[in-house]
């Protein structure tokens, strides 16, 4: 086997959608402004880095990012394709594995439009000689049970630590186990995902995440604390000054939860930016209490709302509650959350 490398150029969130820069940048400490040189160390030291654009890395995409959201094209076939492809172009990668949502809660509703992106993607990283592939996956309710950054980066942890929602773990080690296979790592796309199970469970995923934190600059006495087996994740990570939660309106089974509906009201909230270059509150977020297919009860509380204001609005709350669809349980249906896996060329 190869001695693999997992560069990762990454972008912040705009408008709903959330991005891996800001997550990371709630971690006391984590830098994302990373030189060349320094980016090459650390693949050498650790294996693997997540950082942003800067003035000699990717700069025009930079440039073009900040602009998308203000001319009204963040939704651009080419640009997004321009955007992504250009990142990983500049990492060099033998191996590239692109998850392209559809749904209410992604940037393309339907799946024929995803498609179309992917394929875009898929040709755009082929032809510069890349080994590109994409799946496309489902994106109507939240993925796992926590949105926003900080909270995600808490169940992220607990993902590594082999805990953590069954439907998030399903979607990494479905992933991990298409990009192994694309690398000839594993004879198949089953024993793929079995090597990424084996790692979350026996802890050398969650070493080497420390290993790439420390290496980007977080404290080590803070990295080692937030992957103990027992952390105190708000110990270092900041927690919202107010915390709210909703009950269901109904008796039933939780048919569904509508996930663009929770991203617009944390974005007002403060989780996400409407122009490039605002800050953004890490500490706002939602923690779903209840999973899809679950029975609850009239009264039982579903959702926790993380909030620095002191109360939430009354459209906050209608907009919430309105999100959450409770029946009876045989109109529960389960549907894939991958639906397809366009393969390298």
């Not at 402004?33 to 025009?60: M, R």
């Not at 979607?171 to 298409?178: A, H, Q």
């Not at 679950?294 to 709350?317: A, F, M, N, T």
Request: glycine content about 10%; proline content about 3%.
């Amino acid at each position: 086997r190869w001695i693999l490398q997992v560069p990762m150029i990454s972008g912040r969130g705009l408008a709903h959608t959330g991005g891996t820069l800001d997550k990371l940048e709630s971690i006391p400490g984590f830098n994302i402004h990373q030189s060349v040189e320094q980016v090459k160390k650390i693949l050498q030291d650790v294996g693997c880095c997540i950082v942003g654009q800067t003035e000699t890395l990717v700069p025009a995409d930079r440039v073009l990012y900040a602009l998308r959201d203000a001319t009204a094209t963040v939704d651009s076939l080419p640009l997004i394709t321009g955007s992504i492809i250009s990142k990983k172009g500049a990492e060099g990668l033998y191996a590239l594995l692109l998850d392209v949502k559809f749904g209410r809660a992604a940037l393309y509703k339907d799946l024929d439009s995803a498609r179309t992106l992917a394929q875009s993607l898929v040709n755009a990283g082929n032809s510069l000689g890349m080994r590109t592939g994409a799946v496309l996956s489902r994106m109507d309710a939240p993925i796992g049970r926590c949105v926003g950054n900080a909270l995600e980066v808490c169940e992220s942890l607990e993902c590594l630590k082999g805990r953590g929602p069954d439907d998030l773990k399903e979607l990494v080690t479905l992933l991990g186990g298409y990009l192994l296979w694309m690398t000839h790592q594993s004879p198949s796309l089953e024993s793929g995902q079995r090597m990424i199970a084996e790692v979350l469970t026996n802890g050398a995923a969650l070493r080497k995440f420390q290993a790439m934190l420390e290496a980007q600059g977080v404290p080590t006495h803070i990295a080692h604390s937030l992957c103990s087996e027992k952390a105190d994740y708000f110990k270092h990570l900041r927690r919202a000054e107010y915390q709210t939660e909703l009950q269901a309106p109904d008796d039933g089974t939780v048919l569904d939860v509508d996930g663009m509906v929770i991203a617009t009201v944390l974005h007002r909230l403060g989780a996400g930016r409407t122009r490039a270059g605002e800050s953004i509150n890490h500490s706002v977020g939602v923690e779903l209490l209840v999973d899809l297919g679950q029975q609850v009860q009239k009264g039982q509380s579903w959702i926790r709302i993380y909030h620095d204001c002191p109360l939430l609005s009354p459209e906050q709350k209608s907009d919430l509650q309105g999100s959450l669809l409770i029946g009876s349980g045989d109109r529960y249906r389960t549907s894939a959350r991958v639906e397809e896996f366009i393969q390298p060329q």
